[in-house]
């Protein structure tokens, strides 16, 4: 079975640039998770979807930063512009449902802005 | 003050040794508790999953759960080159959808 998939794994951007990431997570499961991991840090968590709702984005820097879920399976995670400090590498995980405490991550896209 | 507290190492140890990486905690309503494992750029995979107080193995791998000081631990016997990643504990309280809250993560090094 396959994992969750991420792409693109890496990108270097110039600051004030847009940059758009993506993620399919695995078949049959409808929550997904957006996390932010920073260097040397522990993923925070950005934004979770049920299905194609957004239930909890309370940590997503709604003025730069967009989600969306069409369709409740992939998801696309949007930063624009993007800042010097939002390099960091950006992790898709996904759950059976929201009361599955497991959570499989996929390996993440690495972004430098430059 | 963050609510998981973990040192962040680096912990250099040789092959066989016993290995022991802590956390301690705040939020009294964490009652699932995880240790994810980290190969450099990899995504955290799942290592071990507790639920509330008490000890769970696997293999080489014990993790310990201890509520009433906050403290949670993962203990690695008879430790391999091949256990060399960074550590995470994550934990998440009932009815907050899953949302799980890291530690730093502990860089750890077997040398053979």
């Known amino acids: 079975e396959a994992g969750v998939v991420q792409s693109p794994r890496y990108k270097i951007i110039e600051k004030k640039q847009p940059v758009a990431f993506w993620c399919n997570p695995i078949?049959?499961?409808?929550?997904l998770y957006w996390y932010r991991q920073n260097l040397g840090q522990g993923p925070e968590l950005l934004i979770r979807y049920e299905n194609e709702e957004a239930v909890d984005d309370s940590q997503l820097p709604k003025d730069r930063f967009s989600a969306e879920r069409l369709k409740g399976v992939d998801s696309t995670l949007k930063i624009q512009p993007a800042e010097l400090g939002d390099s960091a590498v950006y992790l898709c995980?996904?759950?059976?449902?929201?009361?599955?405490?497991?959570?499989?991550f996929g390996p993440g896209t690495r972004l430098l802005v430059l | 003050q963050k609510e998981v507290e973990q040192d962040p190492g680096p912990l250099s140890v040789p092959e066989g040794a016993i290995v022991s990486l802590n956390c301690t905690y705040s939020n009294s309503a964490f009652q699932y508790f995880m240790w994810y494992r980290q190969y450099s750029r990899k995504g955290p995979e799942l290592l071990m999953y507790?639920?509330?107080?008490g000890n769970k193995e696997d293999g080489r791998f014990t993790a310990q759960v201890d509520k009433s000081s906050k403290y949670i631990s993962l203990f690695i016997r008879d430790s391999q080159p091949s256990d060399s990643a960074t550590y995470l504990c994550a934990m998440s309280a009932r009815n907050q959808g899953g949302k799980l809250i890291f530690g730093q993560g502990t860089e750890l090094s077997v040398k053979p």
């Open positions: 995980a996904s759950s059976l449902d929201r009361r599955s405490e497991t959570q499989y």
């Open positions: 507790t639920y509330s107080s």
């Open positions: 078949s049959g499961h409808n929550t």
